[in-house]
């Protein structure tokens, strides 16, 4: 015999199956909602975060800029300032070597027989103008500027006689280069 159930049981079954689908759906869906809530709130905190190091950071750099700058203006002066040591440097130790120049171009001049009129120094250089009683005298004033410690060299520009008192002496001109770093 054939039997037949009239009871609707399996759309109950059927029914429930899509409530449970339903809620299982819902329930996902709101989770997933939550964690892309959850994650966007992550991000925007980072971000805002992030920006916030960002503007430190470039404060930061500000005042690092600031600071570099006068680091920089310090150094020149302390460039500045070395260059003007230097020359004081050099002008202290050059300080007395035109007194010792002159002093020994003094040393140099033969007694009663040469007499020094002008010393002009430029430089490497310099002229000597003065009277002697002849020419040995100027040639023996040359011989002992030659050996000067100072004195690199001589040249005889003029000589020439001319006459001072009633007496003849010879008027003369030297060039003589100076020796360096003495």
């Known amino acids: 015999m054939i039997r037949i159930n009239l009871l609707p049981y399996h759309e109950k079954a059927k029914k ?16 997933f909602l939550l964690i892309v809530g959850a994650v966007h709130f992550w991000i925007t905190v ?10 430190a950071k470039e404060e930061r750099i500000v005042v690092l800029k600031k600071i570099i700058g006068e680091v920089e ?18 002008l202290e130790k050059s300080r007395d070597y035109p007194v010792r120049l002159f002093a020994d171009v003094a040393s ?16 490497q250089s310099l002229a000597v103008e003065g009277r002697a009683r002849d020419n040995f005298a100027v040639v023996r004033f040359i011989k002992n500027m030659e050996v000067s410690m100072y004195i690199q ?27 360096s770093g003495v």
């Open 73 to 90: 203006q310090i150094r020149n002066e302390k460039r500045v300032l070395e260059r003007k040591l230097g020359v004081i440097q050099n």
């Open 108 to 123: 140099q001049v033969p007694t009663k027989d040469v007499w020094l009129e002008k010393l002009t120094q430029s430089g």
């Open 46 to 55: 980072s971000v805002s975060s992030l920006e916030k190091e960002v503007k």
């Open 16 to 31: 429930e199956s899509q409530a449970k689908q339903i809620i299982i759906i819902a329930g996902s869906l709101i989770i």
């Open 153 to 179: 060299s001589v040249e005889l520009v003029s000589s020439k006689q001319t006459e001072v008192s009633g007496m003849k002496l010879q008027q003369f001109v030297l060039s003589c280069v100076l020796k």
